[in-house]
């Protein structure tokens, strides 16, 4: 009995694994990747058929005009008209052609094959129109790449007709009444062209992919140019959010704690001046916390001047200059001419170079006098500090000191500035720094 069942299942295995593995040839031949070709494809030759009809169109009214303007006699109306057509109409024409073709192949990638090809340049906004869009390489690829989807499409009907080859076998068989070997032949051309029919609808498409990213989509320069205005643009972005959050915390420790602490430096104040009969430990204690509450009202003023100055929000920079140079440790010759506002990150750039400036002219260079130049010269602005210290102010290039002139040069170069800094040993030191009026 077991014998039996072995040769059972020997002679049953051989056919039954034969037909499992023809079933998955079979099934291979409308896999998910040859489903896909075939659309694309499909949708190419639908599109084809639209370009060969404007633009084949549009070359035979073009020839058709050259021929008349070549044999018809020179001066008549008639010629007139179709010089004007030829010359002027044709170009336009072919151009409207062009960009509403290049806008359909993208809608096909988009909605057939899944894949967004992005626009380069804008070559419709070329002037003067419509002569300066045909002097963008982007039109003439555009161009190319419609020239070629007419051989894309010719090559897309014949993977049509590759996967119709059964049908066209069955209706032969049928209808033609062929001999044996003529039939068989038939069926054998069938079979080859239904099974190369995937491979020729999956390279074709992914050839047509391929020319269309190259040709419809941004060349090189196109893609860095791109890139470098998104990262323009997020950069910017960036700069007004942490401009903004500067803002709303300077607003915030100016209406929350420091009202807090004026408070309560007003009640140990008052307290000082009441309590005089207490104990002298007492009196001692709340003489300190009073102290201490105006030392710490001054640096959390302090620090909001130096997270976004409010001043330069209500009365602009040159406002907020004067009172840096009203508070400085050391006299400060300002020269303000700025007609117009500039950008308000540049104006909170241009601010922060000075008070940086100056708060190392008086620390760091021991300076007795400094002077700031502020004006804007056409589309700059450009920010001078100079001051008498003993020199030898550089930016650090790692850790340690300088760190400040160095977080300058970032501050500057964020808006697409630039500092110098000009300090030999002995002095004098000049910062100077040129910022665009507009971020």
Not at 143 to 163: E, K, N, P, Q, R
Not at 164 to 189: E, K, Q, R, T
Not at 196 to 216: F, K, M
Not at 322 to 342: E, F, H, I, K, T
Request: aromatic content about 6%; some cysteine; charged content about 15%.
């Amino acid at each position: 009995m077991t014998s039996g069942i072995s040769l059972y299942v020997d002679v049953m295995t051989p056919p039954y694994l034969t037909f499992r593995r023809v079933a998955t040839v079979v099934s291979s031949l409308w896999s998910a990747p040859a489903r896909r070709a075939t659309r694309i494809l499909l949708a190419a030759l639908l599109v084809a058929a639209v370009t060969t009809t404007l633009l084949g169109g549009l070359g035979i009214i073009w020839g058709a005009a050259v021929y008349s303007l070549l044999n018809w006699p020179v001066g008549s109306r008639g010629h007139i008209v179709l010089y004007v057509a030829v010359v002027i109409a044709g170009p336009v024409l072919a151009l409207w052609a062009v960009q509403g073709l290049t806008a359909l192949q993208r809608s096909r990638f988009r909605a057939v094959a899944g894949v967004d090809i992005p626009g380069g340049s804008r070559a419709a906004d070329r002037k003067p129109w419509p002569v300066g869009p045909w002097l963008a390489a982007a039109t003439w690829r555009q161009l190319a790449f419609h020239l070629l989807s007419i051989g894309t499409g010719a090559a897309a009907g014949l993977v049509v007709v590759c996967w119709l080859a059964p049908v066209a076998a069955i209706g032969y068989l049928v209808a033609g009444h062929p001999s044996a070997a003529a039939g068989a032949a038939a069926c054998a051309a069938a079979a080859v062209l239904i099974f190369a029919a995937p491979w020729l609808a999956q390279q074709l498409a992914r050839a047509d992919e391929t020319s269309a990213r190259a040709l419809l989509g941004p060349s090189r320069s196109e893609e860095l140019a791109l890139r470098l205005e998104s990262l323009t643009r997020s950069r910017a972005a960036i700069i007004a959010a942490t401009d903004a959050e500067r803002h709303r915390i300077e607003r915030d420790l100016h209406d929350g704690a420091q009202q807090r602490l004026v408070s309560l430096a007003m009640n140990l104040g008052m307290a000082r001046e009441r309590f005089t009969d207490v104990p002298e430990p007492v009196r001692r204690t709340i003489a300190d916390a009073h102290d201490e509450a105006i030392l710490a009202l001054s640096e959390v003023r302090e620090f909001i001047r130096g997270l976004h100055p409010a001043v330069l929000n209500h009365r602009g920079l040159d406002a907020a200059l004067s009172g840096l140079a009203a508070r400085a440790p050391l006299p400060v010759r300002l020269q303000v001419d700025m007609p117009q506002p500039a950008a308000p990150s540049v104006e909170a750039v241009a601010y922060f170079i000075v008070s940086e400036a100056l708060t190392n002219a008086s620390k760091h260079a021991q300076a007795t006098q400094a002077e700031v130049t502020v004006r804007c010269d056409g589309h700059r602005l450009q920010v001078m500090v100079t001051d008498n210290g003993s020199g030898g102010a550089a930016p650090a290039e790692g850790g340690g000191g300088g760190t400040g002139l160095r977080g300058l040069m970032q501050r500057a170069a964020s808006v697409d500035g630039t500092l110098t800094i000009d300090s030999p040993p002995g002095g004098p030191t000049v910062i100077a720094a040129e910022l665009p009026c507009e971020s």
